[in-house]
């Protein structure tokens, strides 16, 4: 297979490159990425000279029609991973994410349209990846609901409205035009290369320096953590075998809050547990902040056969913050104030 993923060089893409390069000894992939500040080149440094013909890299923009639609000629499928994801900055700014996110969807959808002999007709396949955010808030005092792909889009931030947007806009391309989509929806991801405005690298980052931890409200936000290679085995699957016009939720049931996260992390780094305590400043919560979120991935498993082989919380917490520790300058480079 002849595959494009656009994000590449950001944090889940420069997983899932690697990865389907290595498990998949014929395919190649086109990485298109337009390096704002979340990507980089050095995420995935080493993988052209590793696999030579079989990985190109182009700098260029998910939202950019005669370039979308040209790369896409050459290739047989793609996994759209290119997003702004960041809550705060959509508060503080929601234009980069209505642009990325719905129009460079659009885009994508546009130019797989372009290469179809008319309505209906076989096209390219796209995996369009999603996030778990779409579904809006569980009630912490629900411990057993879940979300499923049927669950109703109750969007709570300018990014996840933006993600629920392009999200209808993918399923209307299926009935419209009879388009071969697939959507995933994933949790919290967990691993190297996170860019340091995400919780575990900032936590890291200022524990490291010293500084107090801000946690939002009383920090017991929880969230569903997967690891960021689970994540791309998913991916792998669902590009391979899911079926045209489905949603799958992706997810480990690793359930934490954001405190539980804070102090787990304080032990991965030997702090003592007397100065927790010290070590977190309690900040005014953010606007919209949903409470809880967790999800039901009966589906992916049942149809698709899917586990988490590495999301077991412990250990994955451990390889996390080792990769930090072992990348102090590729963590400083990138910390924001």
């Not at 995996?127 to 411990?143: F, R």
């Not at 629920?164 to 209307?172: G, M, P």
């Not at 391309?173 to 190297?192: L, S």
Request: proline fraction near 5%.
């Amino acid at each position: 297979m002849r595959l494009l993923i656009t994000g590449g060089c950001g944090f889940i893409g420069s997983s899932v490159i690697p990865y389907l390069l290595a498990t998949r000894p014929g395919w190649s992939i086109i990485n298109l990425d337009l390096l704002t500040y979340c990507g980089s080149e050095q995420n995935v440094a080493g993988i052209a000279e590793q696999y030579g013909s079989r990985y190109r890299f182009v700098h260029g923009d998910v939202c950019d029609p005669p370039l979308v639609t040209e790369l896409l000629a050459a290739c047989d499928a793609c996994i759209h991973l290119a997003a702004e994801s960041h809550v705060d900055r959509s508060i503080a700014d929601g234009r980069p994410f209505v642009q990325t996110n719905i129009i460079g969807t659009w885009t994508l959808l546009e130019a797989i349209r372009s290469h179809q002999r008319g309505p209906g007709s076989p096209s390219k396949r796209l995996v369009h990846v999603s996030t778990d955010e779409v579904y809006g808030s569980l009630s912490l005092d629900a411990a057993t609901d879940r979300f499923t792909e049927n669950s109703p889009l109750r969007p709570s931030s300018p990014y996840s409205a933006s993600k629920a947007s392009a999200d209808l806009l993918v399923l209307a391309a299926v009935q419209t035009y009879g388009i071969d989509v697939v959507i995933t929806r994933c949790g919290n991801n967990m691993g190297p290369r996170q860019y340091p405005e995400k919780l575990i690298p900032v936590i890291i980052r200022r524990l490291l320096a010293g500084e107090q931890l801000p946690l939002y409200g009383d920090g017991q936000h929880v969230r569903d953590w997967i690891d960021v290679d689970d994540h791309a085995a998913a991916l792998l699957l669902v590009l391979e075998r899911g079926r045209q016009g489905n949603i799958y939720n992706i997810g480990a049931g690793v359930e934490r809050s954001n405190m539980t996260v804070a102090h787990e992390v304080m032990r991965s780094l030997g702090i003592d547990e007397r100065t927790f305590s010290k070590r977190i400043a309690h900040v005014e919560d953010r606007l919209g902040h949903d409470r809880r979120y967790a999800l039901n991935c009966d589906k992916l498993v049942s149809e698709l056969g899917w586990q988490p082989v590495r999301s077991q919380w412990p250990e994955m917490l451990r390889r996390t913050v080792a990769w930090y520790l072992a990348n102090p300058q590729w963590l400083a480079a990138r910390s924001q104030g």
